[in-house]
């Protein structure tokens, strides 16, 4: 599954509370911005429908001058500037925005405000502080049909708790194959063996559930010889790892080999276990046709043996070559040194 995380962040403030920050006060919160997570704080600070006033906003920056802070003012955040932090006073006017690199905090106790603003683009964040200063990630997860935000509480030093990753009851579309020893699948238990199993405890630990459907042509991802289109979306392999690039599935889950065509197209977890690679070769004398003397070397094929064979003639007058030069060199230097003796 790969997931696209588009965040940003904001601090909305509400008005009464605003008008109560004094001068010091507000210098105080931006100072504590640092302390809780560095990213909550850049040199240009925009404030957007903020109820201050000019005295307060010239001794903020009087204040930060020797930290190159650039304090502004905005009406709206209809078009925020990248790589700055944007405080929001008030309720944005527009839900979604566009801009990238852009740090946006919310300061308020409407938890759905912060979960229904969306900033599209790239390394954006978004957090929330309510009134008693706890402070919350907005994240999202996203799956092939759904999408899911919730806010994930941080520390005052901004680090993040030990919950681990809560996907709040996400649906994710899998895709499997059955193999014995590897994976089994029944509509009422659910997945098992060892990769079943695995993925059972994921799905309790991160709490998602899933709909379960097979590979649509029985195939693990082999790479096809000219790419297709498949809904929308350009397919460049057979089965799951096909069902991946095409949007059917979010996960595929099966005794899957790592290859570098399909590292290109999905994203690997970590390794399970390890498999051993056997060469099983034909008893001697067994099978046909096949003589004793010769069963040692049908195991290769003729292309192989025929290489086998040039590289040990090349190599051999490679040896040869070099052993004739190097006696001249050894007779050469004898020459000399008996010459100047």
Same mark, same amino acid.
């Given at each position: 599954?790969?997931?696209?995380?588009?965040?940003?962040?904001?601090?909305?403030?509400?008005?009464? *509370?605003?008008?109560?920050?004094?001068?010091?006060?507000?210098?105080?919160?931006?100072?504590?911005?640092?302390?809780?997570?560095?990213?909550?704080?850049?040199?240009?600070?925009?404030?957007?429908?903020?109820?201050?006033?000019?005295?307060?906003?010239?001794?903020?920056?009087?204040?930060?001058?020797?930290?190159?802070?650039? &304090?502004?003012?905005?009406?709206?955040?209809?078009?925020?500037?990248?790589?700055?932090?944007?405080?929001?006073?008030? *309720?944005?006017?527009?839900?979604?925005? *566009?801009?990238?690199?852009?740090?946006?905090?919310?300061?308020?106790?409407?938890?759905?405000?912060?979960?229904?603003?969306?900033?599209?683009?790239?390394?954006?964040?978004?957090?929330?502080?309510?009134?008693?200063?706890?402070?919350? *990630?907005?994240?999202? #997860? =996203?799956?092939?049909?759904?999408?899911?935000?919730?806010? /994930?509480?941080?520390?005052?030093?901004?680090? =993040?708790?030990?919950?681990?990753?809560?996907?709040?009851?996400?649906? &994710?579309?899998?895709?499997?194959?059955?193999?014995?020893?590897?994976?089994?699948?029944?509509?009422?238990?659910?997945?098992? &063996?060892?990769?079943?199993?695995?993925?059972?405890?994921? =799905?309790? $630990?991160?709490?998602?559930?899933? /709909?379960?459907?097979?590979?649509?042509?029985?195939?693990?991802?082999?790479?096809?010889?000219?790419?297709? =289109?498949?809904?929308? #979306?350009?397919?460049?392999?057979?089965?799951?790892?096909?069902?991946?690039?095409?949007?059917?599935?979010?996960?595929?889950?099966?005794?899957?080999?790592?290859?570098?065509?399909?590292? $290109?197209?999905?994203?690997?977890?970590?390794?399970?276990?390890? $498999?051993?690679?056997?060469?099983? @070769?034909?008893?001697?004398?067994?099978?046909?046709?096949?003589?004793?003397?010769?069963?040692?070397?049908?195991?290769?094929?003729?292309?192989?043996?025929?290489?086998? &064979? @040039?590289?040990?003639? @090349?190599?051999?007058?490679?040896?040869?070559?070099?052993?004739?030069?190097?006696?001249?060199?050894?007779?050469?230097?004898?020459?000399? /040194?008996?010459?100047?003796?």
């Amino acid at each position: 599954m790969v997931i696209k995380n588009s965040f940003a962040i904001f601090i909305l403030i509400f008005t009464n *509370q605003v008008a109560g920050f004094t001068t010091d006060e507000w210098v105080k919160y931006f100072d504590s911005l640092r302390t809780i997570d560095p990213l909550l704080y850049n040199s240009v600070i925009y404030m957007v429908d903020c109820n201050t006033t000019d005295e307060t906003l010239s001794m903020i920056n009087d204040f930060y001058t020797s930290k190159r802070l650039n &304090l502004k003012i905005a009406r709206s955040v209809l078009s925020p500037p990248q790589e700055s932090t944007i405080i929001v006073c008030n *309720q944005p006017d527009k839900g979604v925005i *566009q801009t990238t690199h852009t740090t946006f905090i919310f300061l308020t106790d409407n938890t759905t405000i912060p979960l229904s603003f969306e900033a599209n683009g790239y390394n954006n964040t978004k957090y929330l502080i309510n009134s008693q200063f706890d402070i919350f *990630q907005v994240v999202y #997860h =996203k799956a092939t049909f759904d999408k899911v935000s919730f806010l /994930k509480p941080l520390d005052l030093t901004g680090k =993040k708790t030990e919950s681990g990753v809560d996907l709040q009851g996400l649906e &994710l579309t899998v895709g499997y194959i059955e193999y014995e020893g590897y994976l089994t699948y029944n509509k009422s238990t659910g997945f098992d &063996l060892k990769f079943g199993k695995l993925f059972e405890i994921m =799905k309790k $630990q991160m709490n998602f559930t899933y /709909k379960a459907i097979p590979s649509k042509d029985g195939g693990y991802g082999s790479l096809l010889a000219k790419p297709i =289109k498949f809904n929308g #979306h350009e397919v460049t392999h057979t089965g799951l790892i096909g069902m991946l690039e095409g949007k059917e599935i979010d996960v595929g889950l099966a005794d899957l080999s790592y290859t570098y065509s399909r590292s $290109q197209k999905a994203d690997f977890g970590g390794m399970m276990m390890l $498999q051993r690679t056997i060469l099983i @070769v034909k008893k001697i004398g067994a099978g046909g046709d096949d003589y004793k003397y010769w069963a040692f070397f049908t195991v290769l094929f003729k292309d192989v043996w025929g290489a086998y &064979l @040039v590289s040990a003639v @090349v190599f051999s007058l490679f040896t040869f070559v070099l052993t004739l030069f190097a006696l001249r060199i050894i007779h050469l230097i004898f020459l000399i /040194k008996h010459l100047l003796l």
